[in-house]
């Protein structure tokens, strides 16, 4: 069953924080997975998850600096996993299948934007790579353990609205420009819960994408200071000028939401920002980033890429 793309009035907005989110909330005995959970907005999500009770996995790519950042917080254990390596990819995967424990949510949170030029395995564009076919193949090898019941948030952005899918071109062989490889691979986010939400939903799993909202993190790393005062984000000594910027805090808060509200039971394949369900158009979610048949096409060249598809079959 679908669900309307449009506000549901949930009581929260933009300043609302993750730890806000979860109050009254119980997430004893839960078992949570947050990719980038040791920076960030995923930390915050993190920090509030586990000091809501839950036990959490943050897979790293740099595991040492992940335990360092996540030190003192009970209930975290880590795990290596690059997303930019699909074998890496397979072999976490596996490591927690002969575990055997399943997860309650599963918050894909880690990225990386407008970085320069890269090609990762058989040439495909970083960006891409990293923020959706990464986290497509995660989740498909992770299928069974994804628990009934269990939500899986895919953390997209308001750039979304910079590219479409390009079909003809998705890897920039054509002509690199790092702002529409990333709205890409944040569309391609989007699309990719509106059809995991179709597929799962038998199951009882549901999906979300969402816009956390603007946050200075190091997210930013590839954009330079000089850039970010162009763009509006920071004036000459560093500090934030746009007044639309969140605390890493309320960034952390819709994907918390999504993954825990009780006002979404029920509800999946939509795209949230502000803890609340967003219109489409100006200001919300592009009508073609929650198109369903954009989405099942994005999701058959996905699992044709990644050789996985541990949901469609």
Not at 28 to 56: F, M, P, Q
Not at 203 to 211: D, N, Q, S, T
Not at 260 to 285: H, I, M, N, R, T
Request: charged share 25%; aromatic share 8%; hydrophobic share 40%.
């Amino acid at each position: 069953m679908s669900t309307p793309q449009q506000s549901i009035n949930s009581g929260f907005g933009a300043k609302t924080t993750a730890a806000e989110v979860l109050e009254g909330i119980d997430l004893t005995g839960k078992h949570v997975l947050v990719t980038g959970g040791y920076s960030g907005i995923g930390l915050e999500t993190t920090k509030a998850v586990a000091a809501a009770g839950a036990e959490v996995l943050v897979p790293a790519r740099r595991p040492k600096v992940a335990e360092e950042a996540l030190d003192g917080i009970a209930g975290v254990e880590t795990d290596e996993l690059d997303l930019a390596d699909l074998a890496s990819v397979q072999a976490f995967a596996d490591r927690r299948i002969a575990v055997g424990r399943p997860f309650d949510a599963v918050i894909d949170s880690a990225g990386v934007m407008a970085c320069p030029e890269t090609r990762v395995g058989p040439g495909w564009e970083l960006q891409f790579a990293t923020n959706h076919l990464g986290h497509f193949a995660l989740v498909n090898r992770l299928a069974p353990l994804v628990s009934e019941g269990a939500r899986v948030v895919s953390v997209s952005s308001g750039g979304h609205r910079r590219s479409a899918i390009r079909w003809d071109d998705p890897h920039f062989e054509r002509g690199y420009d790092r702002w529409e490889a990333y709205g890409q691979s944040k569309t391609a986010n989007v699309l990719f819960a509106v059809h995991l939400d179709r597929l799962a939903q038998e199951r009882g799993i549901r999906a979300f994408a969402l816009h956390p909202g603007g946050i200075l993190t190091p997210l930013q790393r590839h954009v330079s200071r000089e850039d970010q005062v162009e763009l509006g984000w920071i004036d000459a000594d560093g500090n934030p000028v746009a007044d639309w910027f969140k605390t890493p805090e309320q960034g952390a808060a819709t994907q918390t939401w999504a993954a825990f509200s009780p006002q979404l039971d029920g509800k999946g394949g939509v795209y949230l920002q502000d803890c609340d369900v967003a219109e489409v158009g100006e200001g919300g979610v592009a009508e073609y980033a929650v198109d369903p048949d954009e989405a099942e096409r994005l999701w058959a060249l996905s699992a044709e890429l990644t050789g996985v598809d541990g949901f469609g079959r």
